[in-house]
């Protein structure tokens, strides 16, 4: 891997036009989802606020057809992770959004015992080399040995946006997993609260005094001993859909913290292969997916 160093980047900007007279510009802004927090740094770091090319405030009053322009702070990423050159699989890329094939075997972000290698550190060196201003804004995260879809956003702007769609619901991801055994029934909703086993720091478990944890699924095949699900989670508690079909007597195969064997694939198996959502910026369907990967694809044949 070649570590990469930082450059001199083009700042992140949006415009709109003025619809109306007599809106000041914080409310006008207000409405296009820019936070207090983002208009103080506008004004602190480094950024500006434009109305027909000249700097104004946010007291300023519109008029129809005024051109607005907001030019965001040039980001800096944290000193803790180094932009590294890695070969990423892009499923889909526009000026600010990027969603990633994650592998299995690579972090989400760096850990004490992974700190190379991370998908986050091969999205900053990416963005280097495009000359994007902007540390690695991670949307929906995967553990080490999940493959799937890694969505991302190139700015904090867009990064608040699909936060608040996430918080909101309204982001979707459906996964395919192998699950030990024969299922009674073809679909089923686990409802069960998850949090920290006391004795471990990776571990979790169903605990009354958990986080609220739902997990829907579907059998597509039952085989002889395990089944080929397709799983949606409603939440995202960490391990949500290994530990809530362990809590079934359905360990994903290959998940042996939970429960599962080994003998048929050598992680959980366990993959993000749809994920859609409303583009925050122009409002169309987006629908991004990716094939099983050869070990899951195995177990089938």
Known sequence: MIRLS??????????????????????FLQKKSISKRALTDIKFAGGFILVNGAE????????AGDAVRIIFPREVPSNSMQA??????????????????????????????????????GLLGLYEEQGIAATAHIITRLDRDTSGIVLAAK?????????????KKLVFRR?????????SDETGVVDAPIGRRDDSIIERIVRPDGQIARTGY??????????????KPETGRTHQIRVHMAHIGH????????GGHLQRIKRQALHCGHLSFMHPLTGEEMNIVMSMPDDMKEMLN
């Open 56 to 63: 104004v405030n946010v007291r300023h009053v519109l008029k």
């Open 6 to 27: 930082a450059t001199n980047m083009t700042p992140f900007e949006l415009s709109w036009t003025a619809d109306e007279d007599g809106m000041l510009l914080r409310t």
């Open 251 to 258: 360990p994903l195969a290959g998940d042996n913290l939970y």
């Open 84 to 121: 590294e050159r890695i070969a990423l699989h892009v499923l889909y890329e526009d000026e600010v959004l990027i969603a990633i094939g994650k592998p299995t075997g690579m972090n989400t972000i760096p850990s004490r015992e992974h700190p190379d290698g991370s998908l986050a550190a």
């Open 218 to 231: 579907r059998v597509l095949k039952q085989y002889a001993h395990f089944a080929h699900i397709e799983v």
């Open 175 to 183: 996964y395919e997993a192998f699950a030990e055994g024969v299922f």
């Open 155 to 167: 700015n904090r702007y867009i990064h608040h946006l699909l936060s608040e769609m996430q918080k």
